[in-house]
Each structure stands twice: as C-alpha cells, then as structure tokens.
DNA sequence: GTCTATACCGAGATAGAC
DNA sequence: GTCTATCTCGGTATAGAC
C-alpha cells in the first residue's frame, strides 16, 4: 500500500496534503534539502498550515517516515507463514522483489532517505530495520528451518544472504545508477541464487 | 589509504587541511546540510580562502569525493588476480572486509553519502560504481571461473551475491543500527556464504 | 484552521585590505 | 593567497487578521 492509498482511508484533507507534499519534496532533496516553503507549495496550501498540523520540520519528517514505513509494511507483521515448494517459492519471492521494488519509485526512495539520515534520525532507521528487514528475515529463516532438506545450517544467516542480495542488487541498479552503465539481467541473479541455495535436487 | 594518509603524500597544505575539514563536515552533515562556514571552521582556515581553492561548494564535494574514491580503491585497478583455494580464500576475503570496512567510519561515511547524494551527483555514483562494485565484482567473477570445481554457472551473478550479502550486512549493522537492536554475528553471516558457496567439497 | 505578512537568522558567495 | 567584513537571498518559524 502507497503512501496515496492509505491516507486515501482517513479523513483528515489537509494534513494528507501536507503529507503528500512533504513526500515529495523530501524524497527528492533529502531532509536538509527540504524548505518548507516547497512543501507548501508541493502541498497547495500555505506554510503556516502545516505548523498548525505538525511542530516543526522535525516532527513533520518523523510523521512522514512513520506512517510511510507502517503503512506499507504493516501487512508483514500479520502475513502467514510462507508456503509451498522451495525451489518455485524462493523464486517467486526474488522475482517478485526485484520486479516491484525496482520499479517502486517510493519504496527506492523511502530506503534511500533512511540510509541518509540514519545519522540525524537514527529512531527511523531503528522502526524501519524492526518493521522490515528483521520481519522479513524471520518470515524467511521460519520457512529455512520448515525445509530441512534444503540442507541450510544457519537461517537467520542465509536469509540475510537472499534479502541482502536482492537489496543490494536494487539499491546498486536503480540507486548507484549500475543499471545506465552496465545493466546486470535481474534474471542471472535469480538463477544464481536459486541455484546456490536449492544445489542438492 | 585513507583520505589523510592520500594527503599527506601531497604538498599542497592548505588545500589538504580544506579536504580534511570538508570531509569531516560533509559526511557528519550530508551535502545539504553542510555550510562553508563549518567547512572553514573545520579545515581552520577562512572562508576566502576555500573559494580561492575551489569555485563553489558543488565543486569543492566532487573534488573530495573524487579524491576519496579514487586515493582508497585505486589499489583495485592494479591488484593481481586473486590465488588460493577457494574455501581459504573465499572465508579470508569475507572476514578481511566484514572486520575492515565494519569498523572503517570514513568508508561507511563514504558508501552512505555516495547513496544519499546519487540523484544530485549522479557522476559521483557512477564513478564509485566503476571504481569499486565493478571492479570487486570483475575480481572475483574471474576467481570463479578459474575455479570450476565450485559448479558456478554465472561467476557475474555469483560475485554479486558474495559481497552483496557482506556489503548488505554492514550497511544494516553499522548504518541502520541494526546492532544496536540485534546483533547478528558476522561469523554466521561467512559461515553460511562458504557453506553456499563451497558446498560440495 | 487557514491565510498573508513579517521577524530573524544563517546560508553561499564576494569585496577589498594586506 | 589569505584574511575580515559584508552583501543578498532563502531558510525556519511566528504574528495577527479573518
């Protein structure tokens, strides 16, 4: 679920105007890059209204970050355990990875601003590792440790192994711009790592 | 080598005590967040004088990064193939990097700003991704292939798991404070990657 | 709550003495 | 080249009318 999405089940107009704004300009120039003059203006209504809706710049960031990072992933924390035959179901969860977070201009950017400003807003990157990647590294050891046969000694670590390769391939395409200089086929990765973890078929 | 060590090699003085201070600045603060003064208060000298040395501010980060990127990988571009067998050498070559880049401030300073800024500064991205992914990744994809009884089908696919796992590994310990929640062992992380890697010996 | 207008400070960059 | 002093603009945040 997109930011849009979820403040499109509240009600609160305007503060979802200034939320969309701030989105949008935080995103593109980061948290010092960011006037609040612009987010006004990106919001369609005037800076004093945002001061009445949120403290200062701070807790309008920290609101941001929260509802995006909850909003979205949310659904991990009640999400089943995972199901069905390794070697179609790994592929399936790198594929879908790859192809919905390396087009996922807010997801991209949402991992972007927590590694900028981990330094200046290091409770962000603490709800975001907590909410995302220790969730879904669970969900994955959990489904290790149901497949014995997959031979896998440590699934804590391996699952850090899957979802750290996958990240690390989205964040060096879409974020270090690897893809405009020499474009690695997504699908290489799949197969490679399939083929890692699944060897003894 | 470090940025100071890369200077000190150098005779222009306060040029250096200028890069010095800009690195201290711009990495604590991110390029937004940054301002001359700082800079100058840093490096101890005045601001004049920096705009003596470089045109604006602009120019004064992309010399730095430059000058970071380029005095600590270029050791890459001239290092030998790398020797040894595979599971000696593949467990050393984690280990080396978990202990050294883990520890090592002024490279995760240096990766997280290079991610921060990639919109603004997209050279500087493609530069790092040149200097150090590509040529990390060309390294070891050819140890791969010299080594076939390792059963790799795509050596390219395969390097990129190996140190995006360890890249990926750091970055959520040291950069998301992912320690600080819950530690995961970096031994568990080159345990499992050899194991993967190397399974049938 | 929402707007326009404004206070006040710190930013990048420059002038001019030495 | 290097310094002190300064210009000008854009920043966060607030005052006060409605």
Redesign the interface.
Known sequence: MTLTESLSLTSNHKQDKILQGAMQVFF??????TSMDRVAIEAGVSKQTIYSHFHDKESLFKALIEQITIARFHTLFESEELRGEPEQLLRQLAEVYLLKVGEDREYLSLL?????E???F?EM??L???TV??RGRYLLSQYFDSHPEL????S???A??F???L???V??QE????K???P?PSQ??V???I???H??K
């Open positions: 593109r120039d980061g948290y010092a890059g972007k601003i927590i590694i900028a981990s330094s200046r290091p990157a603490k975001y590792y907590q990647i220790q031979g896998i000694k440590d804590e670590a391996t850090h192994i979802f750290g390769s990240v690390s391939f964040v060096v974020i270090i711009h690897g405009e200089i020499m690695l290489n990765l197969d490679s790592l083929h890692l973890i060897r003894n």
